[in-house]
């Protein structure tokens, strides 16, 4: 999908980072929001239908009890695979970009902005958001089409909502236009 920002003309790509089942059957269960796999669907089907680029990102854990390759836990989620997508890359980081072809098909389809969905709002999603922004992409971070558990380590405890909520409100600041997915499927029709 072409669209202009400021006069600029753009090409968009939605990323759809890890909604692996970890995430609904395994350790890693997303509790915020709780209808973040309903809005990565109709993000998948707007963007079909608005012919924009659809990149599936899968992660594979090097090492560690989640993610572990060939497991039911590492497998993309059904309803995922049932829509339709232009590619799919494994990674083993939470970068997107680290180690994988990302940027190659990024440039060769003119991509010039990246929407990102997805799991984990403050892990993988962030940080291939970050990095986006520092390689030049214009990004779009969906509130709603990303989700998170609660976390409990060694430093603290935080609640999804609270984490989802401060890691929106960081990528607010600099590196992300942050908006809902009906936000995005209302300013991007052509």
Known sequence: ??????GVKMKKALLVIDVQNEYFTGKLKVTYPNNSLDN???VMDYAK??????????HTAIYGDTFIKNSNEWEIHSK???KSYDYLIEKTKPSSFHETNLEEILKKEN?????ISGYMTQMCCDTTAREAFHKGYYVEFLSDAT???DVSNKIGTISSKDLH????ITQSLRFSNVISSVE?????KL
Do not use: D, H, Q
């Not at 995005?184 to 991007?188: A, C, E, R």
């Open 147 to 149: 989700g998170t558990i």
């Open 1 to 6: 999908m072409i669209k202009y920002k400021g």
């Open 184 to 188: 995005l499927m209302k300013s991007n």
């Open 80 to 82: 995922i695979l049932e």
């Open 165 to 168: 909520e401060a890691t929106l």
């Open 40 to 42: 990565i669907l109709k």
């Open 111 to 115: 991509i010039t902005g990246v929407v």
């Open 49 to 58: 239908n608005n012919n924009m680029i659809i990149i599936l990102i899968k």
